[in-house]
């Protein structure tokens, strides 16, 4: 069974940049998708970026098109979320998620099973 372990969040400026990494363990990802959400205080928890671990079917939310990349090490197992140009309402806690979904459901919550402890990203103004 596949468990995720998240890193890489904390404190900058707006402007800046993070990078947030997500360690999978205790299984292959050869069919699974894999996504970063982000749940802000008092809002629902919200889609932000997704890819099949394969390396194809790229999807981004379009409050982060253009700033944020996903991107995944399949020798370390690890997938990754490139934050940059990083706005005050990017302010979340970021979950990695992962699942053997479909491709019409790899943008919404319901298409993952396994999800990570999350990871704290706060940006300053």
């Known amino acids: 069974q596949v468990q995720l372990v998240e890193s890489g969040g904390g404190l900058v400026q707006a402007g800046g940049s993070l990078t947030l990494s997500c360690a999978a363990s205790?299984?292959?990802?050869?069919?699974?998708?894999m996504a970063w959400f982000r749940q802000a205080p008092g809002k629902e928890r919200e889609f932000v970026a997704a890819?099949?671990?394969?390396?194809?079917?790229?999807y981004y939310s379009d409050s982060v098109k253009g700033r944020f990349t996903i991107a995944r090490d399949r020798a370390k197992k690890t997938l990754y979320l490139q934050m940059n140009v990083l706005k005050p309402e990017d302010t979340a806690v970021y979950y990695c998620?992962?699942?053997?979904?479909?491709?019409?459901?790899?943008?919404?919550?319901?298409?993952?099973?396994?999800w990570g402890q999350g990871t704290q990203v706060t940006v300053s103004s």
């Open positions: 998620a992962a699942g053997t979904t479909i491709i019409s459901t790899m943008t919404r919550t319901l298409g993952y099973k396994t």
């Open positions: 205790g299984g292959t990802l050869n069919n699974y998708a």
């Open positions: 890819m099949r671990w394969s390396g194809t079917h790229t």
